[in-house]
């Protein structure tokens, strides 16, 4: 691009909209953290489905699972914030929220162990909705829009229904936030990766 | 002609820069050097110009032992991109 080109008022009016939506386009989240949470939250509470008829006491410490799935989750997150060569406005406000509700599941699993509540996956699944919903509707993403609703609805459904089956409910939650929309986003961020080469 | 649009934004390299980090919080020099299409000598005066105007700032750092130029708008670089394009709207209002 030559800087010393004159440029018409039209022309100025073009570079600008095509730099604009360049940049804007560029983003495209990896979606492997969505993918990990999916796939996570899937399996435990399909195991805690399972356990329920099979008893084993090995898997009564499967959602111990999420502690090795935050580990990786700050692996990934270090690797995309390494590779990063832009960043967007939002991305701040983002993590903000996802870190957040990191922090309120961790305190509300504490703080609810010391009581004997019978709706603990009701809450849960009303937590997860709303970093889900508010991402959805701030990118703009379909996908997890639904899946943050998903949320809502599975946790007023899970009032009325006996364990285990409210873990069925968690993770087909789990499936709709997050897995789901992180096909999705991954599938994307592929294909723009090829783009790009 | 166009006497009244701002001459340091009333330049194609300089313009597509302030244009892509209007819309992003910050770039690397790499990514304005991939999106411009210019070369690094190039986009080295142009970001210099910028930041001696107020417009943008620069941070320079080390990633991996690489070298890693930050670019980000200032607030004066925000409001002279308005001014800027207010200013191109209106005179294409003229001339229609």
Known sequence: MEQEKELTGQESLELISRMISKAKRDYYDTGLSSLLWGSTITFCSLIAFVNYYLKWSVFDYVWFLTFVAVIIQGMISAREKKLRRRKGHDEDLMSGIWISFAIAMFLVSWVLSWFNLPFLTSIYMIIYGIPTFTTGYARRFRPMLIGGIACWVFSMLAIFTPFPYVMLYMAASAQLAWFIPGLILRKRYLKANKENV | ?96
């Open chain 2, 1 to 96: 002609m166009f006497k009244d649009l701002n001459p340091i934004l009333h330049s194609q390299l300089r313009l597509a820069i302030v244009s892509i980090l209007i819309s992003v919080q910050e770039a690397e020099f790499t990514y304005l050097r991939e999106k411009t299409e210019a070369t690094a000598g190039n986009l080295s005066v142009q970001i210099n110009k910028l930041k001696e105007a107020g417009y943008i700032d620069v941070a320079k750092a080390f990633k991996d032992n690489y070298p890693q130029t930050v670019c980000k708008i200032t607030p004066l670089g925000v409001q002279a991109f308005e001014e800027y394009v207010k200013d191109l709207q209106s005179y294409l209002n003229i001339k229609k």
